[in-house]
C-alpha cells in the first residue's frame, strides 16, 4: 500500500504522462482537492476546462459537471473517474420535463442552472449558475416569462431578490441543501449568534435566513448568499471570529486553508453529498492509469447546450 504521499506523487506523473490536468470541484474529499492543478465552483472549471492547455482533464466531480466540460472543450478527452456520480437535483427533470413545460408556456424563456443534463440544456435558452443566476433573470425583458429551472430554493431566492412575479419555478432540489433547513439554521444560529452566515442558494434555509434578517434575529450584514468560489473570496477577506457556512462540507476545506485566522464551521454537519464523494484517491488513480470512463456528448446536443451557456457568458457574469 501507498502512503498519501506517494499517491499524490504518482497521481502527478500519471497526469504528466497523460497531458492531463485535474479540477476538483470545492466539494471533493480533501486529498482530491490537494492533489488537483485547479479547486473551484462549478462554472469557474467550467470555464477552466476550454482554456487549459492540456488534452486530457480529468473531471473530480459529478457527471453534469464533466458534460459542462466536454460541451465547452469538445476536443479534449473528458475523464470522470467514476461515471456514476450523479446529481439529485440534476435528475429532478429531463429533456422531455423541459419540452412539456415549455409547450404550456410557448412565450417564456427558459433559465436552467447549470446543474442539469446536456440533454437538459439543449433544452433550454440560457443557462445560470448560483453566483449570477439573479443577472441572467434580469437580462430577460420584464413582461417576459421566465420558467427557472430545476432548483426551487434558487428559483425563490432569484424570484424574491429581483422582485419578478412572472417565474414559473421547477419544484426540484438537491438532497444535500434542501437537508439544510430553516430549523437546522435557527438552532445554529442560537448557539453562535454572533457568527457571520455563509449560504448557498440551494439550501432549504436559504429563505429562512433572509427572512431572520427581516426580523431582526441577525444583522443585514453578517449574512450573505453565495455560491462556493464566492463563499471562498469572501473567506479570504473575513475577520469575524467564527463563520458558519451552510453548503456541502466538503466546502470547509477550502475555507479553513484559505483563512485559518477564522473559524469555519457547518450549520449541518451531516451535509455531505454521496455523489461527489464518490471520486476516491483509488479511483482517481484508475482512471489516470487506464484513461477509463471517458464522458462524451452528442455533437447535436453539445451545439444546443453550448448556445445556452454562451448566452450566459456573454452577458459577462
Ligand atoms: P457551485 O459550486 O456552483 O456553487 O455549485 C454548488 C453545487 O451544489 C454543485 O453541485
Ligand atoms: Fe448535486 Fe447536491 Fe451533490 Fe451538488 S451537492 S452534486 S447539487 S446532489
Not at 454572533?194 to 429563505?207: F, K, N, Q, R, S
Amino acid at each position: 500500500t501507498m502512503t498519501r504521499h506517494e499517491w499524490a506523487a504518482e497521481v502527478r506523473r500519471l497526469a504528466r504522462e497523460r497531458d492531463a490536468v485535474i479540477l476538483a470541484h470545492n466539494y471533493q474529499r480533501p486529498e482530491i482537492q490537494d492533489v488537483a492543478d485547479h479547486t473551484g465552483d462549478s462554472l469557474g472549471l467550467s470555464r477552466l476546462a476550454s482554456t487549459v492547455e492540456a488534452s486530457t482533464i480529468v473531471f473530480c466531480g459529478v457527471h453534469f459537471m464533466a458534460e459542462t466540460a466536454k460541451i465547452l472543450a469538445p476536443e479534449k478527452t473528458v475523464l470522470l473517474p467514476d461515471p456514476n456520480a450523479g446529481c439529485s437535483l440534476a435528475d429532478t427533470i429531463t429533456a422531455e420535463d423541459v419540452r412539456a413545460w415549455r409547450s404550456d408556456h410557448p412565450d417564456a424563456v427558459v433559465v436552467a442552472y447549470v446543474n442539469t443534463s446536456a440533454a437538459v440544456k439543449a433544452e433550454t435558452d440560457i443557462c445560470c449558475t448560483s453566483s449570477n443566476a439573479a443577472d441572467v433573470v434580469r437580462s430577460v425583458p420584464e413582461d417576459t416569462e421566465i420558467l427557472f429551472l430545476p432548483d426551487q430554493f434558487l428559483g425563490a431566492h432569484v424570484k424574491r431578490i429581483t422582485g419578478r412575479d412572472n417565474i414559473h419555478v421547477w419544484m426540484g432540489e438537491c438532497h444535500v441543501h434542501a437537508g439544510i433547513d430553516g430549523g437546522t439554521l435557527r438552532e445554529r444560529v442560537a448557539e453562535d449568534p454572533d457568527a457571520e452566515l455563509y449560504v448557498h442558494p440551494e439550501c432549504g434555509c436559504a429563505t429562512s435566513a433572509l427572512y431572520m434578517v427581516g426580523a431582526g434575529v441577525v444583522p443585514e450584514e453578517r449574512v450573505r448568499v453565495l455560491s462556493t468560489g464566492g463563499m471562498l473570496s469572501a473567506a479570504k477577506e473575513a475577520e469575524a471570529d467564527k463563520v458558519l457556512i451552510a453548503t456541502e462540507t466538503g466546502m470547509l476545506h477550502q475555507l479553513r486553508n484559505a483563512n485559518p485566522t477564522t473559524a469555519f464551521e457547518p450549520v449541518n454537519s451531516r451535509a455531505e453529498c454521496h455523489y461527489m464523494k464518490m471520486i476516491t484517491a483509488d479511483k482517481l488513480l484508475g482512471t489516470l492509469r487506464e484513461g477509463t470512463s471517458e464522458i462524451t456528448v452528442d455533437e447535436d446536443t453539445a451545439a444546443r447546450a453550448r448556445r445556452a451557456v454562451e448566452r450566459m457568458v456573454a452577458i459577462g457574469t
